[in-house]
DNA sequence: GCCCCCATGCGCATCCTCATCGTCGAAGAC
DNA sequence: GTCTTCGACGATGAGGATGCGCATGGGGGC
């Protein structure tokens, strides 16, 4: 799976490039537009990640060029917050999903790998972990069968474990997915939201396991590792 | 079922094909009637869907040519909105249906929709979702057998969430999907509509969710969950 | 008149910080 | 080796700020 960067903020776009690599994509990226058309015109990319504000030839028209000659790829566009009518006309125009700057990491991901998996001809992905099943387009999820509700910032933290089961994850690494870059969080935060989350998921058998000084790690306990 | 649009707007042309290959159609678009003949000429398409105001040769006469020759084709003419004129003499040379420009994304699937169920030799499709039922060509809804009557907005919004059930539809993706590109249009606004279907629709158990912060999401409760 | 849309105000879920209490581990004395 | 003590880290409950979503009223247009 191959994608193509097009953000003219050279720290955002290399930020962007490192995440999707780090989740096992190839990600590159170029500056404008202009360089997104000899890019595309070169090589093959499965998915575009496309900021509308760019200096130059604008996002937008990029779309409706490329829309002519690519005609697969996916595109999810990148706009800023207040743009109701970018957006709008972006989706018009064919653009596949949006996401509005500044975002979290976890948002991204969770949004690109939709579209991968869209592109790939397979619909939603249902993830399970012992008793837990989370369905990230339908933003649902189940313990037992039972739907089980969670605000944001839960949702978040608990699909940035289940992107690592079994994994020792640090305080600093969670806030860094989970939020956004003009925003920030004490660890102690992430403290309270694995609290909750344990309250919900441990009588389940799902643990979130304290490794001291380290981090958690989410695991599941089999059923024979019943409490006495 | 396979779609040819002719549209000399590459903006548009190029919505107009997302929008459908969205829907599951397949889509191809050309920018002058000649080249449409020639596609006509060298594939078969099931679908017509044709600007009458294009450079060159126009569509009605484009229309009547083809006309001659493709007889089975339907057609879907593209017309400006002070144009009766244009409209009347369309309609006489055999086109199916005509939406006026600017035009909603769903109004659009509505039209294409019905042209393409016609062609099959269906009559029109009830959509069913629970306990409502929609009738798209003859524009009528029931829910429970009893006539429903909605006006346009909030029957454009019902039919995109019908498209869409059981995901988790963005404020910004309603506006999208129900506004004309040259409109716009408040997110209070769909709060507002939803509020309303809500009142309409809650009653027979059929609900709209509201995923904090993400949107809105349609759902079919099922009687056993009765509240207590 | 009916429909559409915006502005305003309110209520509440969510989020995050703070403060307190509990727990773990290491080091030192015996 | 064992016990004790102490310090640091983690858990959790409470409270305040924030912002989202909902309801309502009214103005404007067809």
Redesign the pocket.
């Known amino acids: 799976m191959r994608i193509l960067i097009v953000e003219d903020d050279p720290l955002l776009a290399d930020g962007v490039a490192q995440l999707l690599r780090g989740a096992g994509y190839t990600a590159d990226y170029v500056g404008s537009a202009e360089q997104a058309e000899s890019a595309l015109a070169a090589e093959s990319f499965d998915l575009l990640v496309l900021d509308i504000g760019l200096p130059g030839m604008d996002g937008l028209e990029l779309l409706s060029r490329l829309r002519a000659r690519h005609k697969a790829i996916g595109v999810l566009m990148l706009t800023a917050r207040d743009a109701l009518n970018e957006r709008v006309r972006g989706l018009n125009l064919g653009a596949d999903d949006y996401l509005t700057k500044p975002f979290a990491a976890v948002e991204l991901l969770a949004r690109v790998g939709a579209l991968a998996r869209r592109s790939r001809g397979q619909s939603s992905l249902r993830r399970e972990f012992g008793p837990l099943s989370i369905d990230d387009e339908a933003h649902r999820a189940w313990l037992h069968g039972q739907p089980l509700?969670l605000?944001?910032?839960?949702?978040a933290i608990l699909g940035f474990f289940l992107d690592h089961p079994e994994k020792v994850l640090s305080?600093e690494r969670i806030v860094a997915a989970v939020?956004r870059w003009d925003?920030?969080?004490?660890?102690?935060?992430v403290?309270?939201?694995?609290?909750r989350l344990?309250?919900k998921l441990e009588p389940a058998g799902i643990r979130i396991r304290?490794?001291?000084?380290?981090?958690?790690m989410l695991e599941d306990l089999p059923h024979d590792a019943k409490p006495a």
């Open positions: 509700d605000p944001q910032r839960e949702w305080k939020c925003q920030d969080m004490s660890v102690n935060a403290e309270v939201y694995v609290s344990r309250t304290t490794i001291r000084g380290l981090g958690y």
